[in-house]
């Protein structure tokens, strides 16, 4: 029930894992890694808005976030009790044209920022290299 979340050396990210809810922030439910040709370059990196990269990724159950190099974050997946801290309970990223810029960051307060994210459940199988925000 976990996604894999990995930040590639360009800053892209790439998820992979169970997809239930959206939180591989494809367009889709369907599960990656567990077919042939499915990993590799035929594993699309996350879109997570024009011109933004990731600087640390966070996965928690059945959900994914992202601190985007703006300082920003965005999350995706599950949303039942508000995990992805968007003011709903609506899944995101399970289906198309719902990430990238139609994805909003968190609203984190006035003239705030994200410098680090981590996810809050002990299982957690994504790591990431953390890289400074540049601002």
Same mark, same amino acid.
């Not at 369907?30 to 600087?55: C, W």
């Not at 994200?114 to 601002?135: D, K």
């Given at each position: 029930?976990?996604?894999? *979340?990995? #930040? ?5 990210? /790439? ?14 439910? /369907? ?10 370059? +035929? #594993? =699309?990196?996350?879109?997570?808005? &024009? *011109? @933004?990269? $990731?600087? &640390?990724?966070?996965? *928690? ?7 985007? +190099?703006?300082?920003?974050? /965005?999350?995706? *997946? ?11 309970? /609506?899944?995101?990223? +399970?289906? @198309?044209?719902?990430?990238? +810029?139609?994805? =909003?960051?968190?609203? #984190?307060?006035?003239? @705030? ?16 290299? =953390?890289? =400074? $925000?540049?601002?």
């Amino acid at each position: 029930m976990l996604a894999r *979340g990995r #930040l590639l050396d360009d800053h892209s990210l /790439k998820c992979w894992g169970s997809n239930n809810n959206g939180q591989l922030g494809l367009g889709d439910t /369907k599960n990656r890694g567990d077919e042939p040709n499915e990993m590799g370059d +035929d #594993l =699309p990196a996350i879109d997570l808005g &024009q *011109g @933004r990269s $990731a600087v &640390q990724v966070a996965c *928690g159950f059945q959900f994914t976030c992202a601190l985007l +190099d703006n300082g920003e974050v /965005k999350c995706w *997946g599950f949303n039942h009790e508000g995990e992805l801290g968007l003011g709903d309970t /609506k899944n995101r990223g +399970d289906r @198309r044209l719902q990430m990238g +810029d139609n994805l =909003p960051p968190v609203e #984190l307060g006035s003239g @705030r920022t994200a410098t680090q994210i981590s996810s809050l459940i002990s299982t957690s199988v994504c790591e990431a290299t =953390p890289r =400074p $925000a540049r601002f």
